[in-house]
């Protein structure tokens, strides 16, 4: 991870839904290599949608989303596979299989790394398996190896979440509000699992949050959405708290925009 | 406050259409049974008769029901076993969230639609007809039956999985193959083996009487000794059948508690 990867680059991004709601509209965003970027904004305003195009969960209408050099909107098969395999994501209501282990839901992050069938058979060469336990022992969870991902805690769940994302051995982590089902104390020692990430690793980290604490304390650059538009966008030592009020007070006056979430799922 | 309590409509006063429902549903039975002549002449001497016999079980007829009667369960746990596998690849392929072209769903269901409507009795029939009198006929028909019943449920069970896991696995770049398999099938294993389980008791409890149509099984037994008037034997095949059907039926509950 030495190799400064973690380039993402966003060019007139637009995404209109089918229903006519505007997801996003002319995003022009570069992210590069270590950064952590923090995105603020009110519900509905295309924080998910943005995040969710960058590995193309979400087909975008228009414009080209570049993951080292490479456009994600226009690739298929293999190549798709192999670049979604760089950009981990990490979500709001963990996606772990609740009925398997966590082991198996930690090696599920590996399956982009094998042929179709033999991961199916639980297959996994021994270096991966290793990697799998070595995962787990960074979020401090190698002792719930076998225990059914369903028996943990919220935090856990999320920690194993990390787990999984670390055995693609990404470039980019996209995390969709992973702490926003999270008590303070978890809040915590998840983010700072992902600062470690970002700061030992090198890893671009992009991270929708809705708690301005949070982006302060840990953000590196953070980036103001309203209503699918780039409307703030500045590195953490030029930030002003005020400038919170701004983005969340202009958007707030327009109350319509706040119900459009549900549009996004 | 002096609110009096709104008065209601004549109609729902005086419940006037549960009323005439009721009666037009009274007549309707009257009338069906007056043309299917459900009235029949009924002779209380051949009920005793058969009663006494009945209540005098010869126990005797016992061993040479064993056979059969484990024979009627075998063919319950070989055809749901056939079914219930060939369901599994139209299932994931009747789903809406494994399969995006409503045209081959729409195919498949319709098809499934088909097969589930043949009554169980009528497929024996048709086996019997078809490959003739045994074992075969009557597996054949509960593979068949078991087919669209796992179908449907496995179907269902499918896309009513959680799809965070389905999400996470295609953004781990994940092929669709792989998707299914780490994040739909765990979801919907132990729900299959429910599934298995129940359509395994209606197969036990559907395979006991197919031998009537001479698909094999029990069913036979019971038909010979009513033929020959022997009801104390029949009450053997009866109560051989019951304690089979509840043991299966309990052991399915206890397995099917322990998956969920």
């Known amino acids: 991870m030495l190799d400064k990867k973690g380039n993402i680059e966003l060019k ?7 229903n006519g709601v505007v997801g996003l509209k002319d995003v022009n965003l570069t992210i590069g290599h270590g950064e952590f970027v923090m995105i603020v904004g009110l519900s509905g305003s295309g924080k998910s949608t943005l995040l969710r195009a960058i590995n193309r969960l979400h087909d975008v209408t228009e414009g080209a989303i570049l993951i080292d050099g490479q456009d994600i909107t226009k690739a298929s098969g293999d190549k798709l596979h192999k670049i979604r395999r760089s950009a981990a994501m990490i979500f709001q209501n963990y996606n772990l299989v609740k009925t398997s282990s966590v082991y198996r839901n930690v090696m599920s992050g590996r399956v982009g790394y094998y042929p179709a069938w033999q991961a199916a058979f639980g297959l996994f060469k021994k270096e991966d398996q290793e990697m799998a336990a070595a995962n787990l022992a960074r979020v401090n969870l190698l002792d719930k190896y076998y225990v059914k991902a369903r028996d943990l805690s919220g935090g856990q769940q999320q920690r194993v979440g990390i787990a999984r994302a670390l055995m693609q051995e990404p470039s980019v982590i996209l995390a969709d509000e992973p702490v926003s089902g999270l ?10 699992d992902l600062k470690k990430l970002n700061e030992e690793d090198g890893m671009t980290i992009i991270l929708n949050v809705h708690s301005i604490g949070l982006a302060l304390k840990y953000a590196s650059r953070i980036v103001g959405l309203k209503e699918g538009q780039i409307i703030y966008d500045k590195p953490i030592a030029e930030v002003d708290k005020r400038d919170f009020k701004e983005i969340y007070r202009e958007a707030g006056d327009d109350h319509a925009t706040a119900t459009d979430e549900a549009e996004e799922d | 406050m002096n609110k009096s309590i709104p008065k209601r409509p004549f109609m729902k006063e005086w419940h006037v259409t549960g009323f005439t429902v009721f009666l037009l549903l009274f007549i ?5 049974a007056q043309a299917t002549q459900v009235g029949q002449d009924f002779s209380m001497e051949q009920f005793a008769d058969l009663w006494i016999k009945m209540a005098n079980p010869d126990w005797s007829y016992l061993p040479r029901v064993l056979t059969p009667l484990a024979q009627t369960v075998q063919m319950a746990i070989v055809g749901t076993l056939i079914g219930g596998i060939a369901a599994i690849p139209f299932a994931f392929l009747a789903a809406s969230n494994i399969v995006r072209n409503a045209f081959v769903r729409g195919i498949i269901r319709f098809v499934m639609n ?3 409507s043949i009554p169980q009795m009528l497929l024996a029939a048709l086996f019997v007809a078809v490959v003739g009198i045994g074992t075969l006929s009557g597996v054949l028909a509960l ?19 959680d799809q965070g896991p389905i999400e996470a696995m295609r953004a781990a770049g994940g092929k669709r193959s792989q998707v299914i398999v780490f994040a739909v099938i765990p979801q919907v294993l132990n729900q299959y083996l429910s599934f298995f389980l129940y359509t395994l008791e209606i197969n036990v409890r559907a395979s006991a009487v197919l031998g009537y149509l001479g698909a094999g099984g029990i069913g ?6 009513l033929d020959t008037f022997r009801y104390d034997q029949t009450s053997v095949v009866i109560l051989a059948i019951l304690v089979v059907i509840v043991l299966v039926d309990a052991l399915s509950n206890k397995l099917r508690e322990a998956l969920s």
Request: aromatic share 12%; hydrophobic share 50%; no cysteine.
């Open chain 1, 12 to 18: 007139d991004v637009s995404k209109v839904y089918p």
């Open chain 1, 183 to 192: 008590d303070p104390k978890t809040t915590k020692v998840v983010m700072n």
């Open chain 2, 28 to 32: 309707a039975v009257v009338l069906s």
């Open chain 2, 114 to 116: 088909l097969i589930r």
């Open chain 2, 143 to 161: 593979a068949v039956f078991s087919f669209g019943m796992m179908f449907k449920l496995l179907y269902e069970a499918i896309e009513t999985v």
């Open chain 2, 220 to 225: 036979l037994y019971l038909n010979t000794t």
